[in-house]
């Protein structure tokens, strides 16, 4: 009877580090993730999400690739 109740209690202690763990480990990603999302930008011309810094820039305009670009104009 004592010893179920000391493997429950144990048990119950090691879902709560789980979960800590978990908890500490998950908001360290979101800011990752969240970071690359705002450098993301879209192509005018085809709607493809790329990196701003691999982007070819025009004016107020993003594309993916020069031939997207040159369409365009
Ligand atoms: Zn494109």
Redesign the pocket.
């Given at each position: 009877m004592f010893g179920i109740r000391v493997l429950i209690y144990l048990l119950g202690i090691a879902l709560v580090i789980w979960i800590l763990m978990r908890l500490a480990k998950t908001p360290r990603m979101k800011k990752k993730s969240a970071k690359r999302v705002g450098d993301m930008v879209r192509?005018t011309?085809?709607g493809?999400y790329i990196p701003r810094n691999e982007a070819i820039q025009d004016s107020d305009h993003y594309?993916?690739?020069t031939r997207?670009r040159d369409r365009k104009l």
């Open positions: 192509c011309h085809c493809v594309y993916c690739c997207h």
